[in-house]
């Protein structure tokens, strides 16, 4: 049995390296951002930012095309995320909240799907767009929401970080 788990874990490291080397060549750098907009979404612990950047980096004409490929992956990946949200809240109905979290699910319901608007901050944006799914808030409110804070959230960051680093290196 131990010559399976070895044999999987192997074909799927290959796999995943075969991957990676495919998405960092410059013809599918828009495909890489879209797929690490993506998944940076979901409720995994990794930003999109240098991948959008580094891009622009490379192909400063690729400026506007990389924030829109960006916010579409990002803005899918937080969908998928309130789906997960929601999908957790038919799971688990009785869940009992503390008071703290229950203050935090009430401010998030009064404040309905424009709460999703704060779906860009680090480490609590995420997660805010599984509560959203958990509160049933109507999904596509949320989406348009989430898509204009990411939207404005790759414009800023990556002129702030591509201004910075030509000042830095006077290209």
Known sequence: MAWVHYLYFTDMDAWLETLLTLLALPKFGLGTVFVVSFVSATL???????????????SPELFWP?????????TLGGAVTWWMGLASHQAFEQKVHSAHHLRALDWLKRLGPKACLLAWL????DPLCAVAGWLRL???????????????????????LNGAFNAYFAI
Do not use: D, H
């Open 44 to 58: 995994l612990p990794m930003g999109s930012e240098p991948a959008v950047f580094g891009l622009v980096q490379l």
């Open 66 to 74: 990389a924030i829109g490929v960006a916010t579409l992956g990002n």
């Open 122 to 125: 680090p480490l609590v944006g």
């Open 138 to 160: 109507p999904f596509w409110p949320c989406l348009g929401y989430m898509a204009v804070g990411k939207f404005t959230r790759y414009v800023v960051m990556t002129a702030a």
